[in-house]
T-cell receptor
Framework: DAGVIQSPRHEVTEMGQEVTLRCKPISGHNSLFWYRQTMMRGLELLIYFNNNVPIDDSGMPEDRFSAKMPNASFSTLKIQPSEPRDSAVYFC???????????FGPGTRLTVT | GQQLNQSPQSMFIQEGEDVSMNCTSSSIFNTWLWYKQDPGEGPVLLIALYKAGELTSNGRLTAQFGITRKDSFLNISASIPSDVGIYFCAGPIQGAQKLVFGQGTRLTINP
């Protein structure tokens, strides 16, 4: 089975530009999580969805960040406008309903100059 | 809030040595998860623990769910170069499906 798929793997953009990160969860998984990882702050949960519905977005840094899950097989994380402090690795993870065993994608390394 | 503390933060060992690391909390957890992250990759789930006192193995890896439910341990026997990476413990936040992660233990192996 394919694991969690993320695209792009690397993104370099200039400050002020819009960035869209994409995620395809494992087929049959009902919950999807977006994380950000930096050296200073480690792994931080940004938002998670159950059955395509956002459940907890308390980790989203500010209004510049938004996430959607239009269907069970696709989610996006958008940053508009991007800033240098958004540079990090962004991970998507998925799990079955009522399970804690999250499976991570390979991540998107974002660099904002 | 619920936090997880991992120790040691980093380890430098010789190939073939056994490794022990732990994860502690001031809060009780009902599930413990151990992940490994290779450079440039996402964390990979190694072992999941669901019962206090449970001991579970995955190849050369063995993890234990502490009796107090406030700690967990991960052991690696006869380390090999591919064991290099960062090991994270994680547990679910009460009443939610989301996880809290420890800060990680970085393992380096000298050949």
């Amino acid at each position: 089975d394919a694991g969690v798929i993320q695209s792009p793997r690397h993104e370099v953009t200039e400050m002020g530009q819009e960035v869209t990160l994409r995620c395809k969860p494992i087929s049959g998984h009902n919950s999807l999580f977006w994380y950000r990882q930096t050296m200073m702050r480690g792994l931080e949960l940004l938002i998670y969805f159950n059955n395509n519905v956002p459940i907890d977005d308390s980790g989203m840094p500010e209004d510049r960040f938004s996430a959607k899950m239009p269907n069970a097989s696709f989610s996006t994380l958008k940053i508009q406008p991007s800033e240098p402090r958004d540079s990090a690795v962004y991970f998507c993870a998925s799990t079955r309903a009522a399970s804690y065993e999250q499976y991570f994608g390979p991540g998107t390394r974002l660099t904002v100059t | 809030g619920q936090q997880l503390n991992q120790s040691p933060q980093s380890m430098f060992i010789q190939e073939g040595e056994d490794v022990s690391m732990n994860c502690t909390s001031s809060s009780i957890f009902n599930t413990w998860l151990w992940y490994k992250q290779d450079p440039g990759e996402g964390p990979v789930l190694l072992i999941a623990l669901y019962k206090a006192g449970e001991l579970t193995s995955n190849g050369r890896l063995t993890a234990q769910f502490g009796i107090t439910r406030k700690d967990s341990f991960l052991n690696i026997s006869a380390s090999i170069p591919s064991d290099v990476g960062i090991y994270f413990c994680a547990g679910p936040i009460q009443g939610a499906q989301k996880l809290v992660f420890g800060q990680g233990t970085r393992l380096t192996i000298n050949p």
